[in-house]
């Protein structure tokens, strides 16, 4: 079993920052890549932010420059910085890993359970 923990969510002014994190943990051979999605009130989940093992990063058009992805490999952790924030980043913020969990085995993908970031003034 893999469990993947979020945490660092809440309000937040405009222009402020908040700073996500997610550690992954359990059955874990080898981390392909983490990222971050975010899905607000009725719209579809989108990708935020990608890193992976190469520390090749990719980033929305909508976070490029205000938000930073980095992972710390030795502590299967994922972060997420965002700074100069915008009501319009409002959302769930979910967690997204994919991993392998032994030698051989597929690449399986696991999510967070997801943490409200608010951002209002």
């Known amino acids: 079993q893999v469990q993947l923990v979020e945490s660092g969510g809440g309000l937040v002014q405009p222009g402020g920052s908040l700073r996500l994190s997610c550690a992954a943990s359990?059955?874990?051979?080898?981390?392909?890549?983490m990222g971050w999605y975010r899905q607000a009130p009725g719209k579809q989940r989108e990708l935020v932010a990608q890193?992976?093992?190469?520390?090749?990063?990719n980033y929305s058009d909508s976070v490029k420059g205000r938000f930073t992805i980095s992972r710390d490999s030795a502590k299967n952790t994922v972060y997420l910085q965002m700074n100069n924030m915008k009501p319009e980043d409002t959302a769930v913020y979910y967690c997204?890993?994919?991993?392998?969990?032994?030698?051989?085995?597929?690449?399986?993908?696991?999510w967070g359970q997801g943490t409200q970031v608010t951002v209002s003034s």
């Open positions: 890193i992976n093992y190469g520390g090749i990063t």
């Open positions: 359990g059955s874990i051979f080898s981390i392909n890549a």
């Open positions: 997204n890993v994919a991993l392998w969990v032994a030698i051989g085995s597929p690449l399986g993908i696991y």
